[in-house]
């Protein structure tokens, strides 16, 4: 099978070398990101894969169908910066990566709230000042002794339960679309008792419109004051003006954000230098008591040779049965990622 890797990197190319030698297939890489002009690249494939943050807009659909070439395989999970409309009307269909490694995004999560719990963030500002007396002020909370509330049940949030339970936190879940699994320990609620109770709220649900501001002003002001919030999940789930007003004002104790709201467009808007020039971004960098990274919670080993591996994969499976299980539409999107 001839295929065009776009958005490909360094640590993915001894993936598809390794599956170009198993399989026979040609593949060809770029690091350039999927645009209609990029397209031209794929000239004479029969699929693509890609994987990036910024939009797959309609007019990559409209150069695909005139290419000739009807699958697009992503390399991750999330799926809202695509135009399902725009690909539905050139006939294109779309595979994604239901879960490419749930463990590295559940860690990443417990990790942020690891941090923020202890003050880590205190201790470092006043380390690098030479306070060394100030920074031992600073104590902290044990995750044992919390409540921890799962927004979102699926793969990843039952990971994260999963060593939620084995710390000994009490877990409290919610999710519209709630899965049995008698293996954890955790208590469903609503979501606004969830938001009471919990000393710390972690989102895992996908990006879709409906979860657009999930957390906005009115959910952060159920939340009990100090309370910690960790977003791992997708850009659009919380709303950035109102959690920086809620760290400003302490309703909020500390932020975790691995998906930053406006990342996409700031990408796009990245000057010479690779930087954004975001003034909510500088804000919230500026802030001892918020963690951000750069959407990279799913970045491990595994998870990056899982996502190269599922998409070709769901290229083959469309070219030889014409389905996969991997085939995504907007209205077939899982509830929590």
């Not at 060809?28 to 990101?33: D, F, G, K």
């Not at 494939?45 to 990559?60: E, L």
């Not at 380390?127 to 600073?138: G, P, S």
């Not at 008792?193 to 989102?203: A, E, F, G, R």
Request: aromatic share 6%; glycine share 6%; hydrophobic share 40%.
């Amino acid at each position: 099978m001839k295929i065009t890797a776009f958005g490909v990197r360094p640590d993915e190319r001894q993936h598809f070398e390794r599956w170009t030698n198993h399989t026979g297939d040609e593949i060809r890489q770029t690091a350039e990101l999927l645009t209609p002009e990029t397209l031209a690249l794929a000239k004479g494939s029969q699929g693509i894969t890609s994987f990036q943050t910024v939009p797959y807009a309609a007019g990559i659909f409209k150069a695909m169908r005139q290419r000739h070439i009807p699958w697009l395989a992503l390399r991750n999970t999330g799926v809202d910066n695509v135009d399902f409309a725009a690909a539905e009307r050139e006939g294109i269909r779309i595979t994604n990566v239901p879960a490419y490694s749930p463990n590295a995004i559940a860690e990443f999560a417990l990790a942020d709230m690891l941090y923020l719990l202890r003050q880590t963030g205190l201790v470092q500002r006043d380390l690098q000042a030479n306070q060394y007396q100030a920074a031992t002020q600073h104590i902290g909370r044990e995750l044992r002794t919390s409540t921890v509330g799962v927004i979102g049940t699926g793969r990843i949030g039952r990971s994260l339960i999963a060593s939620l339970n084995g710390i000994g936190a009490k877990v409290l879940a919610f999710d519209p679309h709630p899965k049995t699994d008698a293996s954890l320990q955790y208590e469903s609620v609503s979501f606004q008792t969830l938001l009471k109770h919990s000393d710390i709220v972690t989102l895992h649900v996908p990006g879709t419109p409906a979860n657009t501001h999930l957390i906005d002003k009115a959910a952060l002001a159920l939340m009990k004051p100090g309370s910690l919030l960790i977003n791992t999940g997708r850009p659009n789930l919380i709303d950035t003006t109102a959690v920086i007003a809620a760290l400003q004002s302490r309703q909020l104790g500390g932020v975790g954000i691995d998906t930053f709201e406006h990342e996409a467009d700031d990408l796009l808007a990245l000057d010479q230098a690779g930087q954004f020039n975001d003034p909510q971004w500088q804000t919230l960098l500026a802030m001892p008591n918020v963690i951000l990274s750069p959407h990279i919670a799913y970045y491990t080993d595994t998870a990056v040779r899982n996502m190269v591996e599922c998409a070709l994969q769901a290229l083959h499976d469309l070219q030889d049965h014409q389905a996969s299980n991997c085939e995504v539409y907007p209205e077939g999107m899982a509830k929590a990622e």
